[in-house]
């Protein structure tokens, strides 16, 4: 089993998402965290997933630190203890979890570290929601096709980002989503804004309790400004420009029935 994300994946050569700044490459089994050490927290995954040889397996791994990184280097424990925020995963545990059951197993009890976790509110990381879903969604998709999919998904590391414990909470994510479909890269890009539910006032944090998070399709190039990431072919391959749709504003998302694939 290949450790970190394999480029070749796919038949389009497809290089992980990066900064200019300064990161702590982390390899695991079919998947890469790019480690912000300042912000203690990745600025880009990428995981090859094989939607044809999936497994669902019953759910194992621990949250642990990853030791090839200082711990002042990565967001523990102490961040999320006592307060409405989750370890959201950023690559999802079946993503890698796919081929032999020894191996899936492995792949999938690997995502249980910090490097690969963000905070997120609670509401959204738990609940039936439309970006728990995207993945899901776009894997189907692209099964009738390529049966091949790589995803890459980070927080958006702003200078604004209300401070926490010592950390600094990101108020949006990220996701791309590539596949292959008649020999053609295709990809997708949404954006996730969950600064409604987040209030550090006074040094707590708690679910506003009317507020929502926000799902948006949004052009990659937007992306990868937002992030300040290199997404190499990934831009020119965005649905939404290949279809002809260049939307003055984010495209919100409330169903499914809504993503431009």
């Known amino acids: 089993m290949t450790d970190g994300y394999e480029p070749g ?33 990745a600025v880009a995954t ?18 642990r630190l990853d030791p090839r990184v200082g711990e002042d280097e990565q967001t523990g424990p102490a961040v999320y203890a006592r307060n409405d925020l989750d370890r959201g995963h950023l690559v999802r545990r079946r993503d890698p979890g796919w081929g032999d059951v020894s ?26 929601e439309l970006w728990l879903g995207l993945e ?3 894997l189907t998709y692209a099964e009738a096709t390529a049966q091949r999919i790589s995803v890459f998904t980070a927080p958006v590391l702003a200078d604004d980002d209300p401070p926490y414990r010592g950390i600094r909470i990101p108020l949006r994510f990220w996701k791309i989503a590539a596949w ?24 707590l944090l708690a679910a506003a309790p009317l ?13 990868a400004a937002l992030a300040g990431v290199d997404v190499g072919p990934l831009a020119a391959a965005d649905v939404l420009t290949t279809r ?7 495209r919100p998302l409330h169903s499914a029935d809504d993503i431009v694939l």
Request: avoid cysteine; charged fraction near 25%; proline fraction near 9%.
């Open 9 to 41: 994946f796919l038949s389009t050569s497809l290089p992980l998402p990066r900064p200019e700044r300064e990161v702590r490459e982390l390899a695991y089994p079919r998947f890469t965290v790019l480690l912000d050490p300042g912000r203690r927290l």
């Open 46 to 63: 990428g995981v090859n997933i094989d939607g044809t040889t999936l497994r669902d397996l019953p759910r194992t791994g621990e949250w």
């Open 103 to 128: 191996a899936a197993r492995a792949a999938m009890e690997a995502t249980f570290v910090y490097p690969n976790a963000a905070p997120q509110a609670a509401r959204f990381n738990q609940g039936p």
């Open 136 to 138: 899901d969604h776009v």
């Open 180 to 203: 292959e479909s008649a020999g053609s890269l295709s990809a997708a890009g949404f954006v996730l804004d969950q600064s409604d539910l987040v209030d550090t006032r006074d040094g």
């Open 211 to 223: 507020g929502g998070f926000r799902t948006f399709q949004v052009p990659v190039t937007e992306i």
């Open 244 to 250: 002809g749709i260049r939307p003055v504003e984010w």
